[in-house]
């Protein structure tokens, strides 16, 4: 997590298990990769295609974060879902389909390739699909565009969902990690926070 100048101290948020959820609700994004969920569903009676979905950079001139956290990350094999992969330094797009991790798969993964085969069918029919985002060597704000046919039409619709920031180049900026004390300190000169071998780092 990545959190703007001037929204806070990291000790202005608390929370029990997760503190990514507050960080989100004050402005914070991404900090080098971030993932993204979205829940398709339908609100009328007519079925509806997901023609297509694309990202649309906005800004690449954010502001350093003033602050990164580090979440302590879980274990086991991670859950198989429909990804699509954004690098926003490139930038480039990809649908990876179903990665197959060796997790389990998640319920309501859609496989069908946007279009005509992507279908919503009833209100009751969701399609959840991943998002990841990749930002190593700048900070970035983003949308994505969901277009989409409702059955019997020949116009597409759309809708903007955003905007999204994402971060990977620092400056001055402080970084901590969940469950350790801010013991160390020191001048970095790479853009992302090594994981692991420090607590509390100046880069």
Known sequence: ?????GRGDITDFH???DLRQPLVAAGAGSWGRGVLYLDLSMTGDKPVEI???QPHVVRRDLAAP???YTPVNGCGPTPQERVF???LDTPTWTDAGIVKTGGIVVANSPSAALG???LLTTPTDHKVIRVDATSCHGNYEWTLEVKYIPTGDSKIESVTL???DSYGSANNTISYTAGRPPLDRYKSRTKKPSQG???YVKI
């Not at 997590?1 to 100048?5: K, L």
């Open 116 to 118: 005509p085969a992507f």
């Open 15 to 17: 929370a029990v298990t």
């Open 162 to 164: 955003g905007p999204y």
């Open 85 to 87: 992969r954004f690098n």
């Open 197 to 199: 071998h420090h607590w």
């Open 66 to 68: 003033a602050w990164t």
């Open 51 to 53: 023609a297509d979905i």
């Open 1 to 5: 997590m990545a959190m703007p100048p």
